[in-house]
């Protein structure tokens, strides 16, 4: 299902397709795009709350927005949705920032006071560990196939149009767990070490035709936009120090951007990306 949210046709720029847009980076990304005068199509599981943000982000940037539908453990959600993308013309950007969100269990405990403040602030982020012993065959296979079995078919979804054009971006969103297991987050890690080797086997075989390929490492937990935080003078001295640790997602999306527009003399395929006041909370 589509929905245009704004008046116009798409841009001769070509379309940005954001899988995986929430509240706080996949939004942040889909605006920058349409800031810059792509048509951005947004795309996730939760059609109600996409056609809000697609009526938010148009009136804001003044451009067309799409609301359409997607669940990246099927591919034949996927082939769907992106019929309906196609639809609108080239797609010049693919990001993809899916992840399968684990049934809570327990959060992480620690003695620091300021870990236990960011845990209690980010309850909503559903980063919850999880006992193997408990885990669940289905949950794991799940969350492969939406972590990486869905970026996989994404990615060949929007492939050949690039390589007959010879152009075109391919963003992976990754995370720490792309580079390091944590307890109680097999199901999480698995997934993003194989999203990583997937990026890395893509970007060594299109790179030559023309697309560019990256894999972007959050590590850190993103907060909401600062834009939209409290001053510090409206909040408390120990939530204004929590506020710090968070990443913002607008700024975070300035990457993303800076990623696609990179000469193709000089392309970055990894990127790690953390907070000045980070540490060693981080999934």
């Known amino acids: 299902m589509v929905k245009m949210e704004s008046r116009g046709g798409a841009s001769p720029k070509g379309i940005a397709a954001i899988v995986g847009v929430g509240p706080r980076l996949g939004r942040s990304i889909a605006r920058k795009f349409s800031q810059e005068g792509y048509t951005v199509a947004i795309l996730a599981r939760d059609l109600e709350r996409l056609f ?20 990246c453990s099927d591919s034949q ?20 920032n899916a992840y399968q969100q684990q049934q809570p269990v327990s959060f992480i405990s620690s003695s620091s006071s300021s870990s236990s403040s960011v ?15 408990d885990a669940r065959i ?25 390589v ?14 792309s580079l390091n297991g944590f307890p109680g987050f097999s199901e999480l890690c698995c ?5 990583r080797a997937l990026s890395q086997c893509l970007a060594k075989e299109v ?66 990306l953390r907070s000045s006041n980070s540490n060693d909370f981080n999934i």
């Open 77 to 96: 959600s996927i082939r769907e949705a992106f019929e309906s993308v196609l639809s609108l013309g080239f797609i010049e950007v693919l990001v993809y």
């Open 207 to 272: 790179q030559p035709l023309g697309v560019h390929v990256a894999h972007v490492i959050i590590d850190g937990i993103i907060g909401p936009p600062r834009s939209s935080s409290p001053s510090r003078s409206m909040v408390g001295a120990q939530q204004a120090a929590v506020t710090t640790l968070l990443m913002d997602p607008d700024a975070l999306a300035q990457t993303y951007w800076y990623l696609h527009v990179q000469d193709r003399n000089a392309w970055t395929h990894e990127i790690h």
């Open 52 to 71: 809000r943000f697609a009526k938010e982000i148009a009136r804001e940037a003044k451009a067309p927005v799409f609301a359409i539908r997607i669940d």
């Open 138 to 162: 289905d949950s794991f296979e799940k969350s492969l196939a939406v972590s990486t079995v869905g970026a996989f078919h994404c990615a060949q979804q929007v492939l050949p149009g690039m």
């Open 191 to 195: 997934g993003k070490f194989a999203l």
């Open 119 to 133: 845990a209690n602030t980010i309850s909503n982020s559903q980063l919850y560990p999880n006992r193997f012993i």
């Open 164 to 177: 007959d054009r010879k152009r075109g971006t391919i963003l992976f969103t990754g995370s720490s767990a």
